[in-house]
């Protein structure tokens, strides 16, 4: 066990808490990968950028595994204990999608989307054109709850404890809101928006927030 994880043990123990793991390779990722396709069906950007809902789950579980395959390697994917909720972090200093990753994105979007895949790589320029470079800080790249799970408060309880985490760091957070019914929720946590920008064509629209240290 190392000094995060017996942290959040000693919390769990006098308080209660939320009980999370870290996500390793393997059988797990590829169902926190499924978690998060899932939980990203409905959202208002993501069904945007992958329109056709017959195809949207498979081509939600290669993107996605995409993103779980870069990022797992950084031991900062959290799941909670059920699998209700997963939480996927790149911390400061380390890239969102390795070299090899980063080449695969373009052709695979291509590949799952033809000719709409211009307006998504258009999208994708606007998040990386909008990410803060000024200080290190923790960026949670991916936050989804399970829908049979939805309406319980474990994905707003797991990004709570992994800022306790962050917090004991010094270190700030920032995230993007894909769907704006969840500003107030990031708000609640300590998150204010910073900026904001539009898919092509205008809408959906994505909040840029930022969360200092407590």
């Not at 993107?63 to 972090?89: F, I, P, Q, R």
């Amino acid at each position: 066990m190392d000094l995060d994880e017996a942290r959040l043990s000693l919390r769990e123990h006098h308080r209660g808490v939320l009980a999370t793991r870290r996500v390793r390779r393997g059988i797990e990722a590829d169902r926190v990968t499924e978690l998060f396709a899932l939980a990203f069906y409905e959202d208002p950007l993501w069904s945007w950028a992958f329109p056709d809902p017959d195809k949207r789950m498979e081509q939600h579980r290669a993107w996605w595994g995409l993103y779980m395959h870069s990022a797992v390697s950084h031991e900062w994917v959290w799941v909670t204990e059920e699998g209700g909720a997963a939480a996927l972090w790149i911390p400061p200093g380390k890239p969102e999608l390795s070299d090899e990753d980063e080449e695969k994105a373009e052709p695979l979007l291509r590949e799952l989307l033809g000719s709409h895949a211009a307006d998504v790589l258009t999208l994708i320029d606007s998040f990386e054109s909008h990410h803060p470079a000024e200080r290190p800080h923790y960026y949670l790249s991916l936050l989804g709850t399970h829908p049979d799970h939805r309406g319980q408060g474990k994905g707003m309880g797991l990004l709570a404890e992994n800022l306790t985490l962050i917090d004991e760091q010094g270190m700030p957070a920032y995230l993007e809101s894909s769907n704006r019914a969840n500003d107030h929720r990031y708000e609640r946590l300590g998150f204010t928006q910073v900026g904001e920008f539009a898919a092509p064509g205008g809408s959906p629209t994505v909040a840029c927030m930022w969360r200092e240290p407590r």
